[in-house]
Every structure is written in structure tokens, then in C-alpha cells.
């Protein structure tokens, strides 16, 4: 079964950091593209952060860029996201998805194969 299991997320002064993880079973993300979206209530899904299978290509929204990381560790088939000077206006629910079609980035989550089922950030104080 294929399967993508975010962790990490949690409840975080503004400010402050966090780190999700993207776990990839039944499959193997070396060879899958992977995007970080994220979803505030009230709003569409927008995407956060991308990053090619060969971890040769990120790319980050105006929004999140210089804050967060993107990162791969194919070894044990996961894809972090480190999330630095965290604000309310992040607050969401992040969900990585993964594809296959060699589409490049920054991923669209119609182009998306697989999803997880979310982790809730919350940056409050």
C-alpha cells in the first residue's frame, strides 16, 4: 500500500520553529518529486515548498521563502520541511504529496499522486 504519513506538526509560539516529516511507505520518494501544501480554514490549499526527486531543484512560496527549508533524506525515504520564524498567518494544515510525472516545480496539487493525511501547525501564543 502506498502511503505518505506526515508528522511533526503541533502548537508553536510565534516566532518559534518546527519540523515536519513525510514518511513514504510502499514506495520509494528517490524517485518521486515532492510538494508541501498547506490549508488555513476558509482557504484553498496552496502550495508551500517543492523539491525535484533528485533533490536538484526547491522551490519555495514568496511567503514561506527565506523561513523555511525543504529537505530529502532518501535513505530513510523522507522529505522534511523546517519550518523557521514561524507567524500566525501560518497556521494550517501542511500535507505532502508526491508524483511521479516529472512535471518539475513548483508542484500544483492536481499534479499530485499521492497525499498524506495532514498535520495540524498551529502558531499561536
Known amino acids: 500500500q502506498l502511503q505518505l504519513v506526515e508528522t511533526g506538526g503541533g502548537l508553536v509560539q510565534p516566532g518559534g520553529s518546527l519540523t515536519l516529516s513525510c514518511a513514504a511507505s510502499?514506495?520509494?520518494?528517490?524517485?518521486?518529486?515532492i510538494g508541501w501544501f498547506r490549508q488555513a480554514p476558509g482557504k484553498e490549499r496552496e502550495g508551500v515548498s517543492y523539491?525535484?526527486?533528485?533533490?536538484?531543484?526547491?522551490v519555495y512560496a514568496d511567503s514561506v521563502k527565506d523561513r523555511f527549508t525543504i529537505s530529502k533524506d532518501n535513505a530513510k525515504n523522507t522529505v522534511y520541511l523546517q519550518m523557521n520564524s514561524l507567524e500566525a498567518k501560518d497556521t494550517a494544515v501542511f500535507y505532502c504529496?508526491?508524483?511521479?510525472?516529472?512535471?518539475?516545480?513548483?508542484?500544483?496539487?492536481?499534479?499530485?499522486?499521492?497525499w498524506g493525511k495532514g498535520t495540524q501547525v498551529t502558531v499561536s501564543s
Open positions: 510502499g514506495f520509494t520518494l528517490e524517485y518521486y518529486d
Open positions: 523539491i525535484s526527486h533528485d533533490r536538484g531543484l526547491t
Open positions: 504529496a508526491a508524483t511521479d510525472r516529472g512535471v518539475g516545480g513548483p508542484l500544483r496539487a492536481y499534479e499530485c499522486d499521492y
